[in-house]
């Protein structure tokens, strides 16, 4: 609670939460118990990644949990529109991601229907990777479809996200990022972690 309160007060525009289920990705993080108890913490946007097997089982329950939006991995749904369907009927955002290993091409047919993509630049399941480069592209491709379409869709990045490397994915397109070694592992503390993620706002 007091780590959260603190990234609130440090201007985080949203908290991520990864989800892992110990079969899609090795490890095990939290659960739905968690979420409840982040939810009566703050009021920050609860962005939840889950990083499961079957998340189809999961998303009522964890929207009443708090969850503000779902994204689920499009390794294990090759057709996320049924999955997007239920998430908005319970009235959530909805998330697609895909992993390094996956094509940007497979996000395409269902893009119009979410509210947001999301590029792993890390293998899921654990924290403190290095970021992968090669994802760069697969963003800019993303991007450009979305411009292309018109689309308001956010494009989010995970995984390896610092001050080196948030610029690049902006310059790829991203506008969403999301970190978690970089803030709160920051020697500078949380807030100036933050601000140096954010792009230089000269014009
Ligand atoms: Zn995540």
């Known amino acids: 609670a007091e780590e959260i309160q603190e990234i609130e007060r ?10 892992m289920d110990g079969c899609f990705v090795p490890n095990l993080s939290y659960g739905i118990p968690v979420v409840q108890a982040i939810r009566r913490t703050t009021s ?9 097997a079957d998340p189809g089982k999961y998303l009522a329950p ?31 955002e909805c998330g ?13 047919p269902s893009l119009g229907d979410l509210d947001l993509a999301l590029v792993m630049s890390v293998e899921p399941g654990f924290g403190g990777q290095s970021f992968r480069h090669d994802m760069l ?14 689309s308001k869709v ?7 996200i610092d001050s080196d490397t948030a610029p ?10 999301v970190a978690g070694t970089s803030v709160f592992r920051n020697p500078s503390g949380v807030a100036a972690a933050i601000s140096s993620l954010r792009p230089e706002t000269s014009g």
Request: negative net charge; hydrophobic residues 45%.
């Open 137 to 150: 592209p697969k963003i800019e491709t993303i991007r450009g479809w979305l411009d292309g379409q018109g």
């Open 154 to 160: 956010h494009l989010q990045v995970d995984g390896g």
């Open 44 to 52: 920050l946007f609860l962005d939840t990644h889950l990083m499961l």
């Open 62 to 92: 964890f929207r009443d949990a708090g969850a503000d939006s779902l994204t689920v991995h499009i390794e294990v749904c090759a057709d996320p529109r049924d999955l997007a369907d239920e998430i908005h009927r319970l009235g959530a």
């Open 96 to 108: 697609v991601a895909i992993n390094p290993g996956t094509a940007a091409e497979s996000l395409f």
């Open 10 to 19: 440090a201007g985080a525009d949203l908290l991520h939460l990864d989800i």
């Open 168 to 177: 690049l994915v902006y310059q790829a397109g991203a506008r969403n990022l």
